[in-house]
């Protein structure tokens, strides 16, 4: 019977059903506790991530009969994929099942940016009636600019253009030529990565980390950004330098931003106080991806594609 082990949560209904007649350990703490980790996997076929289990070449040399990867999510740069090639260990990342959730994080958090009205529970309650301070913007008539124009940047395109944004996008993977740039809801303007940054009233990063993508934001990508302009990162931690995200708040050139990925993540008391009483910042735990609906959606996919791995082999 071959064994599965799952080192982070997904949806337990998707695991009795799809990954049935398995030996399935199923340990969400895994991902904390490395050393349990490397025993469970000393006889595992299969694993089932999410970002924060780093599946590298020592836990790797220890499963010595792993076969299969299932990654809860799309990013992959905590798994060593050439490692895994060189075994003939596949890997199915959940493509598409976590889009939706992560298009409606980046539009509702640049309406909440933009209107500014949203955190006035407490002061309304007590009696102070703050209505002047808070005359937001509308989202209307503003550009989003996407770094990157992948599934989720274009699902974030669409919920975007039915509020009257106008879009623009920068993805040198794209052909000029290619339909996307052209969807139902209207054109989608292609800009080269200055222009873009330069142009964009909320910017919204939808880029996998690599060398080339690491600190693409900092403090010259942000002095480079409109003044009042919105920076929204639900990609990856180190695409964004955060402290100078932190000084261009502090500013007032930036005017706001929402950042759910950071560069250690769960991220600590100490790395954390840098953004502590920082205007017009929201921060979110790397949950932009994970609804109740598509927690049910990666799961059931990854784990469909772990079991039809074990299966045809």
Same mark, same amino acid.
């Given at each position: 019977?071959?064994?599965?082990?799952?080192?982070?949560?997904?949806?337990?209904?998707?695991?009795?059903?799809?990954?049935?007649?398995?030996?399935?350990?199923?340990?969400?703490?895994?991902?904390?506790?490395?050393? &349990?980790?490397?025993?469970?996997?000393?006889?595992?076929?299969?694993?089932?991530?999410? #970002?924060?289990?780093?599946?590298?070449?020592?836990?790797?040399?220890?499963?010595?009969?792993?076969?299969?990867?299932?990654? @809860?999510?799309?990013?992959?740069?905590?798994?060593?994929?050439?490692?895994?090639?060189?075994?003939?260990?596949?890997?199915?990342?959940?493509?598409?099942?976590?889009?939706?959730?992560?298009?409606?994080?980046?539009? &509702?958090?640049?309406?909440?940016?933009?209107?500014?009205?949203?955190?006035?529970?407490?002061?309304?309650?007590?009696?102070?009636?703050?209505?002047?301070?808070?005359?937001?913007?509308?989202?209307? %008539?503003?550009?989003? %600019? @996407?770094?990157?124009?992948?599934?989720? &940047?274009?699902?974030?395109?669409?919920?975007?253009?039915?509020?009257?944004?106008?879009?623009?996008?920068?993805?040198?993977?794209?052909? &000029?030529?290619?339909?996307?740039?052209?969807?139902?809801?209207?054109?989608?303007?292609?800009?080269? @990565?200055?222009?873009?940054?330069?142009?964009?009233?909320?910017?919204?990063?939808?880029?996998?980390? $690599?060398?080339? $993508?690491?600190?693409?934001?900092?403090?010259?990508?942000?002095?480079?950004?409109?003044?009042?302009?919105?920076?929204?990162?639900?990609?990856?931690?180190?695409?964004?330098?955060?402290?100078?995200?932190?000084?261009?708040?502090?500013?007032?050139?930036?005017?706001?931003?929402?950042?759910?990925?950071?560069?250690?993540?769960?991220?600590?008391?100490?790395?954390?106080? *840098?953004?502590?009483? *920082?205007? #017009?910042?929201?921060?979110?735990?790397?949950?932009? %991806?994970?609804?109740?609906?598509?927690?049910?959606?990666?799961?059931?996919?990854?784990?469909?594609? *772990?079991?039809?791995?074990?299966?045809?082999?």
């Amino acid at each position: 019977m071959p064994k599965v082990v799952i080192s982070e949560f997904m949806d337990e209904a998707a695991i009795a059903a799809d990954l049935r007649g398995f030996d399935t350990v199923y340990d969400p703490a895994l991902a904390d506790r490395p050393e &349990a980790l490397l025993l469970a996997v000393a006889d595992a076929d299969a694993l089932i991530v999410r #970002n924060r289990t780093q599946v590298r070449v020592d836990l790797l040399a220890a499963a010595p009969g792993l076969k299969v990867i299932g990654r @809860l999510g799309v990013g992959l740069d905590n798994i060593d994929v050439a490692a895994c090639t060189a075994r003939g260990i596949a890997v199915y990342p959940a493509t598409g099942a976590n889009d939706d959730a992560v298009a409606e994080y980046v539009v &509702a958090a640049a309406l909440v940016l933009l209107r500014g009205a949203y955190g006035a529970t407490a002061r309304v309650a007590a009696g102070t009636w703050p209505r002047n301070a808070l005359m937001g913007r509308e989202i209307g %008539g503003k550009r989003l %600019g @996407l770094v990157g124009f992948g599934a989720i &940047a274009r699902q974030t395109a669409r919920r975007a253009a039915a509020f009257g944004m106008a879009i623009s996008a920068h993805d040198p993977f794209l052909a &000029a030529d290619d339909p996307a740039w052209n969807p139902p809801h209207g054109p989608v303007r292609n800009l080269a @990565l200055d222009a873009l940054i330069a142009r964009s009233d909320v910017l919204s990063l939808h880029v996998p980390l $690599t060398a080339e $993508t690491r600190r693409l934001i900092d403090a010259d990508a942000l002095t480079r950004m409109p003044r009042g302009a919105i920076l929204i990162n639900a990609a990856r931690g180190e695409v964004v330098d955060g402290a100078a995200v932190v000084a261009a708040l502090r500013s007032g050139h930036l005017g706001g931003a929402a950042l759910d990925v950071f560069d250690r993540e769960p991220l600590d008391a100490q790395a954390g106080a *840098v953004f502590a009483d *920082v205007p #017009n910042l929201i921060l979110t735990p790397h949950i932009a %991806g994970v609804t109740q609906e598509s927690n049910v959606r990666v799961s059931v996919a990854t784990a469909r594609a *772990v079991r039809r791995h074990l299966l045809e082999r």
